[in-house]
């Protein structure tokens, strides 16, 4: 018997891949077809191929193996840490740290050093030690528990790795290969199936299907070590108790009264004409009603409705004439009045002259000031010395110092 049947697949939409234009030529083999620009994974395939790997995980756990199930995409987290604590595996559900299996002694450390903190926690070693150094060591081990809580017990590595989408864990897969470690996967359409061992094409990317093939594959290390799987019971699926009594109590079917004379429908027959009954449908005659014939004139009938003659067409109405012209000579006198003040405005000429006023001004107020100046030569500066020696023709003023300048004005 299958461990997965073909039905449950199809329930939780693992024969959806990726769409068609992201496909791996590799996966072809695996593919069904494609609908709506989808690939469509082969399910006869995915079943021998879950069958495979379950016979496979199955033996390592009898052999005392540990498997590390790596997940890391949001849709893998929560299931592949459930799974991973319901059969007592290790796992990696965040981010996957370089080296964790290639550099394993330097990952050890860091492990060391979570288990140190969490007992200095439990042995009341917080207590004694500052508020500020706590907090500190609060924030490293939640950081530690967060990415190394999975592998905390790992003392050696595991016997396989199962992985969810090998293209987004590709460094852990990768890591694997090269310590000669087989790799079981889930390989959507537009993955790499190189990559992986025993590959179980499959939909990566809902949460249902996921779910499905991890909880079913993890189900073999329980097996493997002599206990028992419980299956969840379906919501939709009744139990044994209501079972029985259904079938206890079912009442007998009593017959209704068109059972008794169920309708026969006569069977039909080309050429076989249906009998004229009364009441029904008259059929045609033909010369009961004169047929239309085109171009032909009905003739007219007193109390009839009249045909339109355009000769007699009824006269325009004088008084909406006479409003309508009435209205037009109203309507254009606004339109006079409000263009004469528009054109006889000149508002641009009103500044040019201001400009020009104030430009002739300007050296008037400059030779009052320099009449003023003069009355008292001995507090202007240098500059104002010289601009009155060169009003007044000095020549050589350049030259000149201040008591000069002022020598030479007096």
């Not at 200095?120 to 967060?146: C, H, Q, S, Y």
């Not at 790992?154 to 990768?174: G, H, Q, R, S, Y």
Request: proline share 6%; with cysteine; net charge positive.
């Amino acid at each position: 018997m299958a461990v997965i049947s073909m039905k449950q697949l199809l329930e939780a939409g693992v024969h959806f891949g990726h769409q068609t234009r992201r496909w791996n030529p590799k996966m072809d083999k695996y593919i069904y077809t494609s609908r709506g620009g989808i690939h469509i994974i082969d399910l006869q395939k995915t079943v021998g191929l879950i069958d495979e790997a379950y016979a496979k995980l199955l033996e390592i756990g009898k052999n005392g193996g540990k498997i590390l199930f790596v997940g890391t995409k949001k849709q893998a987290q929560d299931v592949v840490k459930e799974e991973s604590i319901r059969t007592g595996q290790y796992y990696v559900a965040q981010r996957w740290l370089g080296g964790t299996l290639t550099n394993f002694k330097t990952i050890r450390k860091s492990i060391r050093r979570l288990h140190d903190i969490t007992r200095m926690e439990k042995d009341g070693t917080f207590t004694r030690l500052p508020k500020k150094e706590v907090i500190g060591l609060n924030k490293e081990l939640a950081k530690l528990e967060k990415f190394l809580g999975g592998i905390k017990d790992m003392k050696t590595l595991p016997e396989a790795i199962f992985v969810v989408d090998p293209m987004k864990e590709k460094n852990a897969v990768l890591e694997a290969r090269k310590l000669h470690i087989p790799v079981f996967g889930i390989v959507d359409t537009n993955c790499d199936p190189d990559l992986v061992d025993v590959i179980i094409p499959a939909n990566d990317d809902a949460i249902r299907s996921v779910k499905l093939i991890v909880g079913k594959l993890a189900n073999a290390m329980i097996v493997a070590a002599g206990g028992e799987v419980n299956e969840p019971e379906s919501k939709y699926q009744a139990s044994p108790e209501r079972k029985e009594y259904n079938r206890n109590n079912r009442k007998p079917y009593v017959k209704k009264p068109w059972d008794k004379k169920p309708y026969v429908k006569k069977p039909y027959v080309a050429g076989e004409k249906k009998p004229y009954v009364a009441g029904e449908r008259k059929p045609y005659v033909a010369g009961e009603k004169k047929p239309y014939v085109a171009g032909e004139k009905k003739p007219y009938v007193a109390g009839e409705k009249k045909p339109y003659v355009a000769s007699e067409k009824k006269p325009f109405n004088q008084k909406r004439q006479e409003t309508k012209v009435v209205a037009k000579p109203t309507a254009v006198a606004p339109k006079v009045e409000t263009k004469a003040p528009v054109k006889a405005a000149p508002v641009k000429v009103a500044p040019k002259a201001v400009v020009k006023v104030e430009a002739k001004v300007a050296p008037v107020k400059v030779e009052k000031t320099t009449a003023k100046v003069s009355n008292d030569i001995s507090k202007m500066t240098v500059a104002q010395l010289k601009a009155l020696c060169k009003d007044k023709g000095i020549s050589g003023y350049s030259k000149l110092k201040k008591a000069e300048l002022i020598q030479a004005l007096k």
